[in-house]
């Protein structure tokens, strides 16, 4: 009987997973949160978003069309060259304003960059799919390719049968480092008979001792398992940006230009990422009562154009979508309703109205009367009306989108012929 499939080239969720990222602007890889890489696409030390277009671009053909790392190569280098961004150079450090001395461009660079962004589309690729089939082939069996360039941990991990939602997975799913060649294959029952393999009892021994990392430019501390490099201790398909991470992310945001954060924002509204913030996997724990109870980072959505954040006030202008606000959108609020009838594509939509809408003053449902903090953009799209909320807090310090859905058109009528809820009227 032929080995179990392993899942090597899954190109469309590969493509998929990709193409939903945003772009992330950052001088070291260091200074870029694992899980944000997952959902972002960034080369350190490339401060320009059209290089970064560019390099996306060729990343992009190398997914969807099977570019070779030679062609790759040959058709960057001579663009980066001609843009001024190859070989060594002084570039101050953001950190410290220090200017160092540091490699830009160069061929064992440019492998680096293929590299490790196949293999993380490729690895994400291959986990939405095992997720979408988990309840026929319940397990993964870990393997490694067995030769002298492999690391022995690794090696030592080969073989290893676990349930595909097995916890070891959050960690050890591969790749685990740089250049790391590792796998999974995703069994049932009837394969494991057939080759002699075993479910194991738990990990493998020691593979969950932990070491601690300190990251040098931020300061951080984690405990990274034994035989992972740092970096590399997380899933790729199921990270998740935890809130002291979602609020530095989200600072940088408010400090770039109005383009690059839309850029960095991105469209994940297709992705799994996404789909994972809005409906996370059973056992996930999720906010009860308010959007600081949840373990989970906000969501940057949007970016307010200049006029409606000056109305607002507030002193944030990127739109966040608390995990709270992801679970009313849902529906999964008691008494609370919500818009489960919103796809999480619906979402590409919020810029758009936030940029052509029409905007009026929110009111207070009970009581009927006008919230200074909060704002309602309407936008008629081919008889389609759209309504988004966002609101600013207390401290004003943040912006929330509150609400999206759809309205009836003679909503929009109503709106338009109360002058006191329109901006600029009173």
Known sequence: MPDPEILNLPAAEAVDHFRAKGFHVGFDWRDTDAALHVRSFTVAKMLQLDLLQDVRVAVDAALAEGTTLSHFQDALEPLLVRKGWWGQQWQPDPLTGTPRRVTLGSLARLRTIFRTNLATAYSAGRWARIDRVKAELPYLRYVAVLDGRTRPAHAAWHGTVLPVDDP?????????????????????????????????????????????????????????????????????????????????????????????????????????????????????????????????????????????????????????????????????????PGHPDVAPTDYARVQKILDEGEWFSGVNRQTGRRLDRVLVGVFNEEGRVWRVAVKVTQDWHETYLTSLGRIKPSDLRRLRLNPARRLGED
């Open 168 to 336: 070891w997975w959050q960690t050890h799913y591969p790749p685990n480092g740089w250049n790391c060649r590792c796998l999974v294959q995703q069994l049932d029952a009837a394969d494991l008979a057939s080759h002699g393999y075993r479910v194991a009892d738990g990990p493998p021994a020691g593979s969950e001792r932990r070491v601690p990392w300190q990251n040098r430019r931020t300061g951080r501390v984690t405990q990274v398992p034994v035989g992972l490099e740092p970096g590399w201790a997380h899933h790729v398909g199921r990270a998740q940006v935890d809130r002291a991470v979602a609020d530095q992310f989200i600072g940088r945001l408010d400090a770039a230009p109005a383009a690059l954060a839309q850029a960095a924002i991105g469209q994940p509204w297709g992705g799994a990422v996404f789909r994972q913030f809005l409906h996370p996997p059973s056992g996930t724990r999720r906010p009860e009562a308010d959007a600081g109870a949840g373990p989970m980072g906000d969501w940057p959505v949007a970016v307010l154009p200049p006029a409606v954040q000056q109305t607002l006030g507030g002193l944030s202008r990127t739109v966040r979508l608390s995990p709270w606000t992801a679970e009313k959108q849902a529906g999964r609020i008691p008494g609370i």
